[in-house]
């Protein structure tokens, strides 16, 4: 069965930084693009981020441009999502997402997900 | 960007009955050469993750129950529950992979009436 994990979450201050973590099994992690993708309380989905299964491309929506790095360790099949400059506006549960062979795919599975909290 | 617009916002209907719920993309999301509309339908609990019910617009993930239709080609596109029953119960997003920023609807909600 295919599984994510995510974690790294919490409170920070405005301004702060965050490194979120997601560690997949179930499937052959180096062969499949993966996303990042967050959900304000109560709001629809935001894509966030994107990465190639090599890592060699990376695609991310403008609102976390700059701010946030997508990344990948195939040999520990993770998947990382720093976050810096945070905003309260950041404040979602960031989902991490298999994609598939190519950049542009559907989203699944899905993770759980991990709270981010933005605020002083 | 690409929009994705859904409609409607809501929708109340009877067990037994059809849900229709509408997405309309801002610019075409089909690949002519390939003849594929690069849309996917999410059903998400309250509580729960997205879960992937369709891709492609019309092929539907293995598992998820044939009440769960997607059609449509270009910019507009539906999904359909021919039957409603009490598990549907959840928000539906539609969203875009023909391009980045990968871009979701706005959800509807769909509630037994």
């Known amino acids: 069965e295919m599984q994510l994990v995510e974690s790294g979450g919490g409170l920070v201050l405005p301004g702060g930084s965050l490194r979120l973590s997601c560690t997949a099994s179930g499937f052959r992690f180096s062969s499949f693009a993966m996303n990042w993708v967050r959900q304000a309380p109560g709001k629809g989905l935001e894509w966030v981020a994107v990465?190639?299964?090599?890592?060699?491309?990376?695609y991310y929506a403008d609102s976390v441009k700059g701010r946030a790095t997508i990344s990948r360790d195939n040999s520990r099949n993770t998947l990382y999502l720093q976050m810096d400059s945070l905003r309260p506006e950041d404040s979602a549960r960031y989902y991490c997402v298999k994609g598939g062979w190519e950049v542009l795919t559907w989203f699944g599975p899905w993770g759980q997900g991990t709270l981010v909290a933005v605020s002083s | 960007d690409i929009v994705m617009t859904q409609s409607p916002d809501s929708l109340a209907v009877s067990l037994g009955e059809r849900a229709t719920i509408n997405c309309r993309s801002s610019?075409?999301?089909?690949?002519?050469?390939?003849?594929?509309?690069?849309v996917a339908w999410y059903q998400q609990k309250s509580g729960q993750p997205p879960k992937l019910l369709i891709y492609w617009a019309s092929t539907r993930e293995s598992g998820v129950s044939d009440r769960f239709n997607g059609s449509g080609s270009g910019t507009d596109f539906f999904l359909t529950i021919s039957s409603l029953q009490a598990e549907d119960v959840a928000v539906y997003f539609c969203?875009?992979?023909?391009?980045?920023?990968?871009?979701f609807g706005g959800g509807t909600k769909v509630e037994i009436k």
């Open positions: 969203q875009q992979y023909f391009t980045t920023p990968l871009t």
């Open positions: 610019q075409s999301v089909l690949l002519s050469p390939h003849n594929r509309n690069y």
């Open positions: 990465m190639s299964a090599s890592g060699s491309s990376t």
